[in-house]
């Protein structure tokens, strides 16, 4: 079970574990298999499937992108906000 996600846990005013997920997602997303995924993680791959499988579920359907793609793409996105908000 993981730990609580109190003050002692959070990175930058979120939890640890929203990154976890989130490198979990993007793996995923990237079309990487759930026995990848659960040796990145350091699960067994019942338990990857048990807290992951909606992820599969949900892109199943989707084009597969690669994890620098969509980091990059986010990225990006951050930059134009940033230079809306200050005016360039």
């Known amino acids: 079970m993981a730990p609580s996600c109190g003050k002692e846990n959070e990175t930058d ?3 640890r574990y929203d990154l976890r997920h989130s490198f979990a997602s993007l793996l995923t997303a990237e079309g990487r298999s759930a026995l990848d995924l659960s040796e990145q993680l350091g699960h067994a791959p019942t338990m ?6 909606h ?3 949900e ?9 620098e793609d969509l980091i990059r793409e ?11 908000a200050s005016g360039d």
């Open 48 to 53: 990857t499937l048990d807290v992951y499988g």
């Open 13 to 15: 005013g979120g939890p």
């Open 74 to 84: 986010a990225r990006e996105n951050v930059r134009e906000k940033f230079a809306r």
């Open 59 to 67: 892109l199943d359907a989707r084009e597969r992108r690669s994890a």
């Open 55 to 57: 992820v599969f579920a």
